[in-house]
């Protein structure tokens, strides 16, 4: 009880540090997407002519924010745990509360964001389907998911500084190993090299894009096997998180 | 007697000095791969023992390097001892730095509610306890800028009142009571002597010989990180000083 109350506030504190000497301030939360948006529409859409994708945009938007929420929280998890070293090296804190934090305002920041995101979504001419409503489970995994990853990478930062570098690059790797800006297949054609697609049948992120892109682009919802994988690769990272904080939690201390 | 309500059981504290520090993944394998990853062990505790009453000021005193400090934040649980045990009932609060987890973008008013839930308060025992924090610091209007914009000594008194304010059962102090200018300094002596007839109990660690005979009951010296001599203030600063001194060698 008494953690969830240092959460909350951990969480408030981030938000408000966030954008406190921006001029536009939280506006940014909902400007970032939006240009990022623009700029991959532009890029992409004439690039690699996707002609036979309907409504490009809302093609790329309908994953771009979990996509935003699920990296950022990654790469900022990262370094967690290591910034607040001061602090744990004078008063006992319990350490997972770092990442989590990180996580939980990344969520707050993704749901506001989402408001005027589906304003857009209708603007560009996407139809609210009852699918939607599958939206709020996609989350939840994701978010169980991200806290997973964020955990065990801030830990392994502490005792290897590497690993900061490690995220951020493979991020920005993982987001072209995605299909964020491409589509799995075109009218039934396989999308892609064949390297690209041995690589992507590993990749778990295939299983998060579909939860949130066939139920926003499609207006369906993912069969029960793919969601499943995608839920069980939650639980499994948060499995690893919390197994790697109860194994490193007491080595931590020293190299902070 | 009164109950213990700190017990330290034959605590010993050993950290790794590695010869060269592994932070990176590359030098981890290399060193791997070399079979060479030196290091030392070096105790800077090892078999301390002592308790600490209810209501029970007890100095730790000693030379730079003897263990104080380590033996201080093994009593705020930062540290886990390697060997032995230390039990706690009851609340501790570290005195040891102050303001540790402010952060300097948030305004007085905001850092005493974040520093009180890093502390383990609730929310209705910070709500009850802001105006006394905000009045004890006697930051006035100051409260509600960010604590970026203080000066040094705005932020320790901050730090100082939102610690005594948590109501502890145990008191961690090192090297403290000078916060602040003369009157604040006065004002938290005098705090501290209320906490003393309250019953808290305190650990002062300090270099100040005055402090210890003034305000202990019982002094522990600590040499090379064991106990050299447990017993009264007079005798343990005695010791202390023949030690420096070089005319009395504890047999460890």
Redesign the interface.
């Known amino acids: 009880?008494?953690r969830l109350?240092?959460l909350?506030?951990?969480v408030a504190?981030d938000l408000?540090?966030r954008y406190?000497?921006s001029m536009l301030g939280f506006v940014w939360t909902l400007l970032n997407p939006l240009l990022m948006l623009v700029v991959l529409t532009m890029v992409f859409s004439h690039l690699f002519k996707f002609e036979s994708i309907v409504n490009y945009p809302v093609f790329v938007l309908s994953v771009l924010l979990p996509w935003n929420f699920f990296s950022q929280g990654v790469v900022q998890s990262t370094n967690s745990v290591v910034s607040s070293g001061?602090?744990?090296?004078?008063?006992?804190?319990p350490k997972t509360i770092f990442p989590a934090a990180v996580v939980t305002s990344g969520l707050v920041n993704f749901l506001f964001a989402l408001v005027p995101m589906s304003v857009l979504f209708l603007l560009l001419g996407g139809r609210a389907t009852p699918a939607l409503l599958f939206l709020p489970v996609s989350i939840t995994v994701l978010f169980v998911f991200t806290l997973g990853i964020g955990m065990t990478v801030s830990a392994f930062n502490v005792l290897?500084?590497?690993?900061q570098h490690i995220t951020e690059v493979g991020m920005s790797m993982l987001f072209y190993l995605t299909p964020i800006v491409y589509p799995l297949s075109i009218n039934g054609k396989a999308f892609g090299p064949e390297g690209l697609r041995s690589i992507l049948r590993f990749n778990p992120m295939v299983y998060m894009v579909e939860s949130f892109r066939l139920p926003i682009y499609e207006g369906t919802i993912p069969s029960p096997t793919h969601f499943g994988i995608f839920l069980s690769c939650a639980i499994l990272s948060l499995a690893a998180g919390l197994a790697v904080f109860r194994s490193l939690d007491?080595k931590m201390?020293?190299?902070l | 007697m009164t109950d213990s309500i700190l017990v330290s059981d034959s605590v010993g504290m050993r950290f790794r000095i590695y010869h060269e520090k592994i932070m990176t993944l590359k030098e981890a394998v290399v060193r791997l791969f070399k079979r060479k990853i030196s290091y030392e062990d070096f105790w800077a505790l090892r078999g301390v023992s002592f308790s600490l009453g209810r209501g029970e000021t007890v100095g730790v005193i000693g030379r730079n390097g003897s263990g104080k400090s380590t033996l201080l934040r093994i009593c705020a649980g930062v540290f886990r001892p390697t060997e032995g045990n230390l039990r706690t009932t009851g609340k501790v609060s570290p005195l040891i730095e102050l303001g540790a987890g402010f952060d300097p973008e948030l305004t007085g008013i905001e850092n005493i509610f974040l520093q009180g839930a890093l502390m383990g308060l609730s929310r209705k025992e910070m709500k009850a306890k802001c105006g006394s924090i905000v009045e004890f610091s006697e930051l006035g209007s100051f409260i509600d800028t960010p604590v970026k914009n203080y000066s040094s000594g705005m932020y320790v008194r901050l730090g100082f009142s939102i610690a005594v304010h948590v109501d502890p059962d145990v008191l961690l102090t090192d090297e403290i009571i000078a916060v602040g200018d003369e009157a604040f300094q006065k004002k938290c002596r005098e705090k501290i002597d209320a906490f003393r007839k309250n019953g808290v109990s305190i650990i002062l660690v300090t270099h100040s010989m005055d402090l210890v005979k003034a305000m202990c009951q019982r002094a522990i010296l600590l040499e090379c990180g064991r106990v050299a001599f447990e017993g009264p203030p007079e005798s343990a600063v005695e010791k202390y000083l023949a030690l420096l001194a070089g005319q009395w060698k504890p047999g460890l």
């Open positions: 009880m008494k109350y240092l909350q506030h951990l504190r408000k540090v406190k000497n001061g602090l744990i090296r004078k008063i006992y804190v290897f500084r590497d690993t007491e201390i020293y190299r």
